[in-house]
Every structure is written in C-alpha cells, then in structure tokens.
Nanobody, 122 residues
Framework: QVQLVESGGGLVQAGGSLSVSCAAS??????MGWFRQAPGKEMEFVAA????????TYADSVKGRFTISRDNAKNSVYLRMNSLKPEDTAVYYC?????????????????WGQGTQVTVSS
C-alpha cells in the first residue's frame, strides 16, 4: 500500500519559520512536490523536486523563502519555510509521481498525502 504522510504543521507568527515533512512508504517516486490549499481557494503549487534533488522548482510566491529537499534513503521530502506570511496559511499536501514532467500541476501527480495545517498569525 502506497502512503504519503505529512507532519510538522502548526501555528507560527508572521516572519517565523516552520518545516513540514512527508514520509512515503510502499514505493519511491522520481518526483515529489508540495501543494497548498487555503480556505475558499484552489489548490496551488508550492515546490517540486526531482531525482536526488538536483532539479527544484518553486512557485513565484515562495521563491527565496521556501526550500524543498529530499532524503531518498528515508524516502522523505521536506519543505523549509522561512519569512512566513499570513497568506501562507493553508493545508499543505505532499505528492509523488514518476513522470518527471508537469512538476507544477496537480495532474502531474498520482499519489497524495492527507495534508498538514500551517497557520501563520499576523
């Protein structure tokens, strides 16, 4: 059974930092990504990482503040979030797939976690 399990969400003040993690089991993925969905809004792409981590992609809204990384030995992907803003408040989902294209779209991923809440207070 393939599972993606996120952890590490929580409440943080604006300007602070937080890391979320995603542990995969049942298989490995050539591509892993983070997406988020704020209340009343569509799910949006945050970041993606391919292979051992040599290729990363970020949404413009998080570029320079967020860092995606992975540990293939642990079959895990991480998202380090710095300089957080209230507009970063959302449920954060990790996703995995072996198709290396379509890194920034939901349709590029077949496997999804249940999400973890990140709340940034002003």
């Amino acid at each position: 059974q393939v599972q993606l399990v996120e952890s590490g969400g929580g409440l943080v003040q604006a300007g602070g930092s937080l890391s979320v993690s995603c542990a995969a089991s049942g298989r490995t993925f050539g591509k892993m990504g983070w997406f988020r969905q704020a209340p009343g809004k569509e799910m949006e792409f945050v970041a993606a990482i391919v292979g051992s981590g040599s290729v990363t992609t970020y949404a413009d809204s998080v570029k320079g503040r967020f860092t995606i990384s992975r540990d293939n030995a642990k079959n895990s992907v991480y998202l380090r979030m710095n300089s957080l803003k209230p507009e970063d408040t959302a449920v954060y989902y990790c996703a995995g797939d072996d198709r290396l294209f379509a890194r920034a779209t939901k349709m590029g991923y077949d496997y999804w976690g249940q999400g973890t809440q990140v709340t940034v207070s002003s």
